[in-house]
């Protein structure tokens, strides 16, 4: 995944770049930049990997010699960035958020038009922001060339690009991620997640429509290309990566996760002794479960945070499955004889919810019932850099179905097993629950997750759930 913060003031811009960027870092967990604009000194960078230790910590003392009108900062879950680039249109710094899937088609065409090389990563990937910048340097002007890269890209790509005049913000075409504008005296900034301005002084102003373009100065932003009539954001935004005090199309996470749970709670027939949230982004889904059902909610484990700030690092999966395990702290006075019915925002590979049923049950649970806030995931995103898995089996789903399907299954079968009212889906429901060790699992529904975020159908990423672009 990935995060952005960028500021166009008239007074130095450095604390609100590097504080509005620090309110990404939920967003990624190997990156992170900065990338300023002085008339007397042009263009600064600083780029450090953050896997081991916060942003703040890593940027203390950059922040302190760093100087300029104009920014932009970026968590990354990949590639360094911000790049500075220099080019026919003039020296620029850019960031991006997406995915691409024909990288190599795209840097093969790139060669035979006379491109000499590219820079590898340490893994031998090409980086995706650079590749971006030499896509746009193939235009005439910056907005032909970003709205040049986004039709190429198989995927998805929001932009970022500072230039000596002015921040160019670009969602993507489709509008799968989200791009919000702030305003204060003498300043603009821009940002994926919305609440990170807030405590810096910015009011609300828009978010960005699909595919829009602007320019910001410290007076106003100007829109250079309209946004497009069709929008397709990501869901699982709200189910898991949002952080809770933002909103995405007006449409509060916090809110929409509370609604989450309430509707599961609808569908349900058990009767646990208590509701409880897999900490933390299950936590908001149980409370409106709890709200909605009048059975009591409580923290029968509680995370460590102090030492461990993340669940998802480091980047090796069999270490971050053994951290997440060590984070969780049994109350057994609350665990001890109780029947637990428990939400997390999903299951994915299975490993580490399926652990962690284990623990309640060895600290004394009679019975662990388990509802995961969305549908089951059976495609990988295809628009997203949420997980570095390779393969479709990496999923506990798609397991159960070649088990049972072998390997070549056709669309029509996978429609049934994503249709909650098949057979099907109920035979992988029940291997699901049975392989995991859980009293009971229901997942969300897709028409209640809908409902869940309350915006129309059509305006939905769901492809990881239903495979449907």
Known sequence: MGGFFAVASKEDCVFDLFFGTDYHSHLGTRRAGMAVYDKKNGFNRAIHNIENSPFRTKFEKDVNEMHGRLGIGCISDYEPQPLIVRSHHGTFAITTVG????????????????????????????????????????????????????????????????????????????????????????????????????????????ELGPGEIVVLNPESVVTLAKPGSKMKICTFLWVYYGYPSSSYEGISVERMRYNCGALLSKRDDVKPDIVAGVPDSGVAHAIGYANASGIPYSRPFIKYTPTWPRSFMPTMQSKRNLIAKMKLIPVH?????????????????GTQLGETTEFLYRSGAKEVHIRPACPPIMFGCKYLNFS???????????????????????????????NPDSDRYAFMNEEIRKQLNFTSLRFHRLDDLIESVGLDRDSLCTYCWDGKE
């Open 333 to 349: 006075d609350l665990i001890k004889d109780r029947k637990l019915l428990l939400i997390d925002d999903s299951i994915v590979r």
């Open 99 to 206: 995915k691409i899937n024909n990288t190599d088609k795209i840097v093969e065409d790139i060669f035979k038009d006379g491109n000499t090389h590219f820079l590898e990563m340490s893994g031998g990937d090409i980086n995706a922001t650079e590749l971006v910048a030499a896509l746009i340097n193939r235009k005439e002007n910056l907005v032909e060339g970003i709205q040049y890269a986004q039709s190429l890209i198989d995927g998805s790509m929001s932009i970022i690009l500072l230039t000596s005049k002015g921040i160019y913000a670009a969602r993507d075409r489709m509008g799968r991620t989200p791009v919000a504008i702030g305003k204060k005296d003498g300043a603009y900034c821009a940002c994926f997640e919305s609440f990170a301005y807030l405590n810096l002084g910015y009011e609300p102003v828009r």
């Open 388 to 418: 570095r898995s390779t393969s479709e089996m990496d999923l506990i789903s798609r397991r159960i179905i070649a088990a049972k399907e072998g390997d070549n299954v056709s669309d029509d079968v996978l429609n049934e097993y994503t």
